[in-house]
């Protein structure tokens, strides 16, 4: 792979270059990895998923919740805010590919992406997130805000939020309007944890949080889920990312040697059966998967 350049680098190339197509300098800064844009959003390992067909797959589902862009509409020329939105949105697509991630969609002032989830999640997609999600929170709290800091009074503000889990890969609408969505709890908390996330915080939940170190997590208040007068909870982790950042800067080497020796908590396994039904597959290795949906029934 080509070297790794910094979420503020691209921020600054993109913005500093307005004359440019913003694809063009995109694509010229990805190098090695620029070929994986053709794949546009979404993951391209299940693009084909047709209407009524449910694939079994595993998957680190990513969001990031960007919070100050209304003052900022309000502060700023349409020009200028487009500029911004350009070389924020670019910097992200750039800061998640490198790091082996697929861009689902954007969503609203946030992104939604995917790492892993061909067959299985390995270490390495696990460590990319991490990775991925803590430089991009470390150029926008620096670069964005120093820019905007320098412009006008406002700044941008980021929570974001990451889980790890079996998902089931269909296509949503109707034909000509639709998309191939990962269906699961996963999906749901990610997304839960980028909103409720504090300004700069990044919480994870309880699957990927069991493979993460504990110098770089804490805990965060469950997520608490009422039915039929009982309660059931979702364990969550504050993720340590300046902590992350700061072991990762000092010896990135020996970190992710550390890091890709640890497995990821083993899932229950959920197969399609000859007939085309979905089977679940249990293990006596089952280790913080979550649990069915009549057990722990959170949405």
Request: some cysteine; proline content about 4%; hydrophobic content about 40%.
């Amino acid at each position: 792979m080509s070297k790794i350049k910094s979420f503020g680098e691209i921020f600054d190339s993109v913005y500093a270059k307005p004359e440019k197509k913003y694809g063009e300098i995109l694509l010229g800064e990805m190098g090695e990895i620029k070929k994986s844009f053709t794949t546009g959003l979404g993951h391209p390992e299940y693009q084909a998923v047709q209407f009524g067909e449910i694939v079994p797959g595993t998957l680190i589902v990513f969001f990031i919740d960007i919070r100050g862009f209304t003052k900022l509409a309000i502060a700023l020329d349409n020009e200028e805010l487009i500029k911004i939105l350009q070389a924020i949105t670019i910097a992200s697509i750039y800061s998640i590919r490198q790091f082996g991630g697929y861009v689902a969609e954007f969503t609203g002032d946030g992104v939604m992406a995917f790492f892993g989830g061909r067959s299985s999640v390995t270490a390495t997609d696990a460590l990319c997130s991490l990775k991925a999600s803590a430089s991009m929170m470390q150029g926008i709290k620096e670069t964005v805000n120093k820019h905007l800091n320098s412009t006008v009074d406002e700044t941008v503000r980021v929570g974001m939020g990451l889980e790890f889990g079996n998902v089931l890969w269909t296509r949503l609408g109707i034909d000509g309007t639709s998309q191939v969505k990962p269906v699961s709890e996963i999906s749901f908390v990610a997304g839960k944890n980028s909103g409720q996330a504090k300004s700069w915080e990044i919480i994870i939940g309880k699957n990927l949080a069991e493979w993460v170190p504990d110098e770089f997590k804490e805990k965060y208040p469950a997520y608490l889920f009422q039915k039929d007068g009982r309660t059931y909870e979702y364990a969550r982790y504050l993720l340590k990312w300046q902590s992350f950042n700061s072991a990762y800067n000092s010896n990135a080497s020996q970190l992710e040697q550390r890091l890709l020796k640890k497995t990821l908590p083993v899932l229950p396994m959920v197969v399609l059966s000859s007939n085309g039904t979905l089977t679940s597959v249990s293990s006596t290795k089952q280790s913080g998967g979550p649990r069915p949906l009549k057990d722990q029934p959170f949405f």
